[in-house]
């Protein structure tokens, strides 16, 4: 029987022994993960009152007032295809006294100055001279992915000789498409 006993144990040693040793070892797997980006919208963020664009003194011939607006922004969160692009425009009212004639906003012009952009685009700003119709002022082509352009632009407004003396103002309006 100590035989018997003896190869028994000597079995279940075995078995134990080969229990903590896997036949074929799996030391490696993979997983798939996934992660979404949604789009958002596009905007234009602009100064709600810009304050005095300057002063200047009365002229019988006339003359030029300019002055900062005030930092313009364009956010593009659409994440749109590569290559699409925006069209930031602006218009003016005529700058209006409280009595007398009003500086028509024809003679309104708009320079964009420097382009401070994010993202990957072209842009390129068109500078009118004139403020009467909606005007182009900045572009954005060939965009991939979501960007934003800033600039801090100049308005100039061209006084006709002979107005009255006063504060004149203007509603300027942007928008984005």
Do not use: E, K
């Amino acid at each position: 029987m100590r035989t018997r006993h003896a190869l028994t144990a000597t079995a279940v040693a075995m078995v134990c022994v080969g229990a903590g040793i896997p036949a074929s070892a799996n030391t490696s797997g993979t997983s798939t993960a996934s992660i979404t980006v949604t789009g958002g919208v596009l905007a234009i963020t602009v100064p709600t009152s810009a304050g005095s664009l300057g002063s200047r003194a009365n002229s019988v011939g006339g003359g030029t007032i300019s002055g900062s607006l005030g930092q313009v922004q364009v956010t593009d969160a659409r994440s749109a295809p590569a290559g699409s692009g925006w069209v930031a425009s602006v218009i003016s009212t005529a700058f209006t006294p409280s009595v007398g004639p009003a500086v028509p906003a024809s003679a309104v012009s708009y320079v964009a100055g420097v382009i401070t952009q994010v993202g990957t685009a072209t842009y390129a700003a068109s500078d009118p001279s004139g403020l009467a119709g909606v005007a182009v002022v900045v572009t954005a082509t060939a965009i991939t992915g979501d960007n934003s352009a800033t600039w801090n632009p100049t308005i100039t407004v061209t006084v006709p000789g002979g107005m009255a003396a006063g504060v004149y103002s203007a509603t300027i309006t942007h928008s984005v498409v």
